[in-house]
Structures are given as C-alpha cells and as structure tokens.
C-alpha cells in the first residue's frame, strides 16, 4: 500500500468523514417522518417566535422613535423649564442658535356654561410651531387661523375626547381660568405628543396669548416651558455642542435637556421594560417547551430502541449513537427554530399593515438580524439543555437492555459529559437571558426563580410518586391501579407536574397581579382617595382659600402645603449623569419632582433613621429623603443632595429617611426640606379635599364652582378622572401581558398533549393486557380518569401556591401596594387546567381503548 492510498483511507475514516456519515445517517433515518415530534417542534416555534417578534417590534418601535425624532421632539433640541420661563438672556442665546419655538404645557380644567367640567392638559404654542411635522385637524385649516383671537374668545384645537366627554359640538366655547375658548376643530395628529410623556385629560392646543388671558400663569405655577431650536448642519453634533455650551454659559439653569436622538426618553424606557417583560414571557414559554423537548426525546429515543440496539450490535459506540440523534435535535429544533423565526420576523409587518394608521407609536418594521439570531440561539440552547440527559442515556444502555426497555425501563443516569453538557447549555442560557437584559436585577431574580420552581416541581412529582407508592393498598382495583400508575415506570406523573404546574404558576401570578392592581385602581383608591387636589394656590391667598373651603364643605378634610417642582442635579458632588444606582430607583433623576418644606412630620410619612427638625429650625437646609430613592441612590444620613429649583441649586444634608403611605394618595412628596430652604423663591400651594362617604356630585361641582369664580388661576384636579384613566392604562397593560403570557400556556398545554402521546404506547400495552385479563373499557376509563386528576391536582395545587406567593412579592414588594388574595381567579384557573389535563388524557386512553387485543398482543 502507497503511503498516498495510507492517507487517504486515513482521511475517510477521519473526523470529518466520520461527521459526514453520522449526518447521512441522520439524515436518512428522519425519512420515515417527523412523527412524534410536533410538540417538540410546536414549542420551539412558539418560544422562539415570541422572543423574535418582541425583539422585532421593539426595535422597530425604537428606531421609528429614532427616525422622527426631530418630529416627536418639535425640534433638533428642547430646553424644558418648570415653574419659570427662560430669562432674557436665556433665550436671547437659544434664538441665536437656531430657528426658536416656545412651547407651554400644563394641567387645567375646562368648563362649560352649564356646569359640566373635565381635567384637561393645555398646550400654548408660538406662530413658528411646529418646526417639524404639522398638526393635522378636522376640518383642515392653518393652525394660525384655528388658534386666532375672535372679539373675546380665543381659537383651539382639542382632542376629540373632550367634545365626547362634556358633551359639545365643534364651535362651542369652554372656559379655562379667565379665557373663554372656541372650539374650531378637533385635533386628529398632534406631531410632539409622544414627548410630553401620559396625560390625564384631553389635549387643548392654543396660543401663547390664550394661556396668558387664562391669569393660570402666576408666579410658581405649575407649568412647563418648552424651548425648541432647529439647527443647521448635523443635528447630532449640533446638539451636543450647544448643550454643552449652554450648560457651561448657565449652569445654573436647571433645565432638562433633550436631544432628537433622544426625543422621549420615558417612552424608550418603558419599551425597554415591557420588551424584557415580554422576553421573559417567551423565556418561560421556551423553559415549558423543553420539558416538550425532554418528552419528545425520550419518545424518539423510545421508539428506536430497536435502531438503536441493530446499530449496537453492528459495532457502533455509544457516542456514535448518541452523535447521530443529537443531530437529529438539533436539526428539529433549527426547524422550529425556523418557523419562529419567520413567525417573529413577520409580526412588525403584520401589525404596521393591520393596524399602522391606528398606532400611537411609529412603527418602523424591519429585519433584525441580531434579534433574530439571539432568538434562535435561545431555542438552541434549550433543546441542548433538555435533551442532553435523555440523550445520554443511549451511550451506556446494553442491547439487551434496549430490548427489555418496554417492560422495565433503564434508570441509569447518563455519562457526566452529558449531564455537563446540559449544565452547560443551562447556565449559557441563564447567561445570555441575564446579559440581553434591560434589568439584570430582574432578571437574575427570573432565572433563579425558573430554576427554583423548575427544581420545587421535579420535587413535587418525586414527592407524589412516593405517596402514591406508600399509600395503603385500596380495596377498589380501579383505584389501586390510578395509584399504581401514579408511580408506575415511566409514568406521566413528573412530565404533567412540571409542564402543568409551571403554567399554573405563571398563570396565577398574572391573574393575582392583575386582580389586585384592578382592585387597586377601581376599588380601594377610590375609597381612600381624596376628591380633588387644587394646583396654583397662590401663598398669598392661602388663608382665604382655606376658609372659603372650609365653609363650602364643612364636613371635608382639608390638607394643604407649599409645592416647588425641582430635579435632582447631584448627590455628594458627583453630577446625577454620573451616579451608580438601582434601576428601580433611576425615575427620581428623569425629569423633575414635587417638593416641599415642613415643620413637622407631614402625614402618611413615619421617620425610620435620624431625627425630624422641629418647628423652629433656622439652620442650613436640611433634607428628609424616602426610604427606597434613598437606598436606591445609595445616599445615608450625613450625605449631601442638590436639586436645582427655578434655576437656582439647593444642596442640603439628609437629616432623616422616612417611609411614605403612597396609597393613601394624600399629599406625599420623595424630598422634603427644613423650613427656609426657599426662602424669597416664588412658589404656590397644593390642597386636597376629602369629601365623606355621604357626600354628593352636587356638593362637589358647588364647591368646584365657587372655587373657580373666585380664584380662576386656581386648578381643580378631579381625583376620579386621573384615577380613571390610570384604570384604562393598567387594564390595557394587563390585557397586553394576559395575551403574551398565553403563549405559554399554549406551550403548557402542548407539552401535557405530547406528554400523553408519548405514553400512548405504554397505555396500549397496558390496556391491552387488563383488557385480556378482564377490565372492562368503563373500569380503564375511571382508573385512567382518576390518575389524571390526582396528577393533575398536585400540579394545579403547586400552581396555585407559587403563583400566589410570586403574586403577592410582586405587588407587596416591588410594588408597595397591599395585596389580597384573589380567590375567585386562582380557583377558576385551577378548574380549567383540572378540566384540560383530564380532556387530554382521555382523548388518549380513548384511542388506546380502541385497540384490539389480538393484533397488539401479536405485534410484542
């Protein structure tokens, strides 16, 4: 032999040669069909088409948000002022910068002649609005003629729910403060509404000269100024530059600044959120479907037992075996990977064609390919987790033992480079959902509870099969042989206990959380709430005010205190840009917050470290900060805060830390500071008033009535309205997640389908064999009836309790809302999986009943 014929049989039976003959195998060994792989293949695409699409849509979304920046902004770059206008030397320089637009926003109530009112968010514009995009009405018009002064009135444009909600038809006349506006027309695109954030009213669009008829515009008032500047050249580099310039011309200026590149930053990051929510939805959709993938497996691997042990015994090795179907998953699983993909991939397009004219977000659609790779790496990474230990198993199993595996199932555990494969795959998969996240907090808190509850379920089946093995024998034979199956080899009972009882439990938590925030927003705060919050007292009229509404409504409780709005710019001397804190704790640093000043203790606040100040202090400004923002800034007693109010910057130490009632929905503020922190600062007042339980409509518009006649500067907030529209957020929120966590129980139910397919076999056997020793079909059917609501309970019973206890650290922890146990939801849910498990195990043991006797018993 030449050493060239030496090489190349060294190269056939090489490595490579050896791949390309396993996968020929593979290959060729799948030609008899997918049969028993649906399930495996259904939850591969399920999992991986929910990651796809929400990574898809929210990166659509994110660049659609990015792609009209300049038009959701109003401009290349907004300077935002609270409770103050831009000095003249202020807007001296940002005229000087560019095309100017000034913009003010602020919360107001709309009245009619005939005593019907409605919270509304008012908006006055300049002649040079919109530097980008237009507002479109109906009917068309210039919107410099829609916003014109007629004799008394002025012109607006308003949102079509106010005509809808007061009742009126376009032309007539509301007032707001001192103004009497005409209603020209109703606003059918607003091109900035995204950057202003959730309101709690209808829009009204008017001029700057309107507001200022109102009389709303006192010193202190809750307003905000809008000052936006189109720049020519490069808008990225543009902006940058004149931030900074600006912020190093007035550095105490206080004002927020944004960029096009980051028009609405509050939007971005509750996509970010609710994209991480969504993918740890499809996460759990994925952890469901790799039991599906276990399950499937061991079916395959169960059905070629008799493949597997001719190949045995022609020579091949245990990890030629196991070679040869590993490749085989992972084809199968790239296939459902696949079909998620495309699934994913198509849903912006879906949702842009269906419904594009109706989205109030720019929906860009467009391919990922990062998204989509990330997705199917997910999916790969499960079928590798769960299918390794099934797969193992073949390497060592005897062909003897392959040929008795009908009648007595191998045990053994797999090799450990199998179970390290697995673990391997597990903890790259942990990895990689723990990196891509928005929040590593959360979802490091997902993962471990995955693997708790994942491990606790293992636990419960293991736990049921050993009762159900040391339960005393009962007399019925039907139920001994439920029991008997219970704990049988290869019984159903870990595969149902795990798939069932994670959905249960996923389930419940949403049903739990969503039941308490609906009782939060339409039952319980109500009850506590106040009836109205009255803005832009002014100080000087406080006295008055307190005795016309004490007088008005003598029975009501009365609350009132000074109110500043003002942002937090550093803490210790390190810029608020440049803090390390907990994403929990970052909305104190976005935008500006309520503050005030205190004597005392205010109510619904008890001080847990350090020491209140008393009345009479006259020292220098000290701070009392809220439990949470203080742990989640990282800031103690001694440490220093600085918030900048209507340009100017306060540092005070923290004297005390306090915890906050925030569902008592009274007068409660984050920061409060010592008395004379703001001294000579222009300010107004906050009051709530608390009607009792007897009071009526009619003594709350007679009081809104009074109230606006005598102080029309003064802003009513009708609690209920804000609370109702809170109410259609988190029901609307709650519907969105109900409808993605649905994927996961589709996976759920998918898996306990496959489960009992996979079983079908064994059932076969057994049915034939009682049937031959004289069980009737009625006797099999309660014995297979009562083994599946045993099963079926234990998993439902775990269900319900993880889903409560994950419900309730929810709510009560992260949320700081009281929690109450839902009841009528976890019970409702509980009968339906019952009711599923049971109509899916019979549909099988139907089919298995059917079987003749002689033909089964000849096929052994």
């Not at 699409?53 to 994110?62: M, Q, T, Y």
């Not at 027309?185 to 829009?203: I, K, N, Q, T």
């Not at 109030?360 to 390794?388: I, K, Q, R, W």
């Amino acid at each position: 032999m030449t050493a060239i014929d030496a090489g190349r049989r060294d190269a056939a039976t090489g490595p490579i040669a050896r791949w390309r003959t396993g996968l020929r195998i593979a290959a060729r060994d799948l030609r008899g069909g997918l049969r028993g792989f649906g399930v495996f293949i259904a939850c591969m695409a399920l999992g991986v088409m929910t990651i796809a699409g929400v990574g898809s849509i929210s990166r659509s979304l994110s660049e659609g948000i990015a792609q009209q920046g300049r038009a959701i902004l109003g401009g290349d770059i907004s300077f935002n002022l609270v409770q103050r206008e831009a000095s003249p030397d202020e807007r001296r320089f940002l005229a000087a910068a560019g095309d100017l637009s000034v913009a003010a926003a602020m919360r107001a109530l709309a009245r009619t002649a005939e005593g019907r009112s409605t919270l509304v968010e008012l908006k006055a514009v300049d002649a040079a609005y919109p530097l980008y995009g237009a507002v479109e009405t109906d009917p068309p018009a210039p919107l410099h003629t829609l916003l014109a002064r007629d004799g008394d009135a002025f012109g607006a444009v308003v949102d079509p729910l106010l005509l809808a909600r007061l009742g009126l038809e376009r032309g007539a006349r509301v007032t707001i403060g001192s103004a009497t506006l005409v209603l020209n027309a109703a606003m059918v695109r607003e091109p900035d509404r995204l950057a202003g954030g959730v309101g709690f009213g209808p829009r009204v669009l008017v001029s700057e000269a309107a507001l200022r008829a109102t009389g709303l515009l006192q010193p202190g008032s809750l307003v905000r100024w809008i000052y936006r500047v189109r720049l020519a050249g490069d808008p990225i580099a543009a902006s940058d530059a004149l931030e900074d310039l600006a912020n190093r011309r007035f550095p105490n200026a206080g004002w927020d600044v944004r960029a096009s590149g980051n028009a609405s930053p509050q939007l971005e990051r509750n996509i970010d959120r609710f994209t991480q929510f969504l993918t740890l939805v499809g996460l759990t959709a994925l952890l469901v479907g790799g039991v599906g993938v276990a399950n499937s497996t061991r079916h395959y691997l169960d059905r070629k037992r008799d493949t597997i042990a001719t190949l045995k015994s022609l020579g091949a090795t245990g990890g030629q075996v196991v070679a040869l179907y590993f490749a085989q998953i992972l084809l199968l699983a790239a296939v459902g990977g696949a079909l998620g993909l495309l699934l994913g991939a198509a849903l912006p397009f879906a949702i842009a064609g269906a419904l594009g004219a109706l989205l109030p977000l720019p929906l860009v659609p467009t391919l990922h390919a990062d998204v989509l790779a990330l997705a199917m790496l997910y999916g790969l990474l499960t079928a590798v987790a769960f299918a390794a230990w099934p797969l193992g198993r073949a390497h060592d199993v005897p062909v003897s033992a392959l040929f008795r595996d009908a009648v007595v199932p191998d045990q053994r555990r797999p090799r450990r480079r199998y179970v390290a494969a697995a673990l391997i795959a597990a903890i790259a998969l942990a990895a990689l959902a723990i990196g891509a996240s928005y929040d590593r907090r959360i979802a490091t808190a997902f993962v471990g509870s995955a693997l708790a509850v994942l491990l606790l379920l293992r636990l419960v089946a293991t736990a049921v099969m050993a009762i159900a093995r040391r339960a005393p024998r009962p007399r019925s034979a039907v139920l001994r042989l439920a029991v008997a199956n219970i704990h049988r080899p290869a019984a159903l009972t870990p595969t149902v206990v795990i798939s069932l009882g994670l959905g249960m439990a996923l389930l419940v938590t949403i049903l739990q959380i969503d039941g308490n925030l609906r009782q939060q927003f339409t039952a319980a705060l109500p009850e506590r709430a106040p009836s109205f919050f009255f803005l832009d007292i002014p100080t000087a009229e406080a006295a008055r005010f307190d005795a016309l509404v004490k007088g008005e409504a003598p029975g009501a409780t009365f609350e009132r205190v000074p109110m500043l709005r003002g942002r937090i710019v550093a803490a210790n001397g390190v810029r608020a840009e440049d803090l390390k804190i907990r994403p929990d704790a970052s909305w104190a640093l976005h935008g500006d917050r309520g503050i005030t000043y205190a004597g005392t203790v205010p109510p619904g606040s008890r001080v847990v470290e350090g020491t209140w100040w008393g009345e009479d202090y006259r020292g220098p400004p000290l701070l009392s900060l809220e439990k949470r923002i203080a742990e989640g800034l990282g800031l103690n007693l001694g440490d220093t805060l600085t918030v900048n109010v209507l340009g100017r910057n306060i540092t005070a130490a923290i004297a005390n830390i306090r915890t906050v009632d925030w569902q008592s929905l009274g007068i409660n503020f984050v920061l409060v500071f010592s008395p004379g922190a703001f001294a000579g600062a222009p300010h107004t007042d906050i009051a709530t008033v608390t009607f009792p339980a007897g009071g009526t409509p009619a003594q709350e518009a007679a009081l809104l009535d009074t109230v606006a006649r005598a102080w029309p500067g003064i802003t009513p907030v009708p609690v209920k309205d804000a609370l109702d529209q809170v109410a259609r957020v988190v029901g609307n929120l709650s519907r969105a997640i109900e409808a993605a966590s649905g994927i996961t129980l589709v996976s759920a139910v998918l898996v306990l389908a496959g489960a009992l397919a996979a079983g079908h076999r064994h059932r076969v056997y057994d049915a034939v064999v009682l049937k031959t020793l004289g069980a009737t079909r009625r006797q099999l059917v309660t014995a297979y009836l009562m083994e599946y609501l045993l099963i079926g309970a234990a998993a439902v019973l775990f269900g319900v309790l993880a889903g409560s206890i994950a419900g309730w650290r929810i709510v009560a922890g992260l949320m700081n809302l009281p929690f109450v146990w839902q009841a009528g939801p976890a019970l409702a849910a509980a009968l339906g999986a019952l009711a599923v498990t049971v109509a899916c195990g019979l549909l099988g043991t139907v089919a298995a009943l059917g079987r003749k006797p002689a033909g089964v018993l000849r096929s052994l």
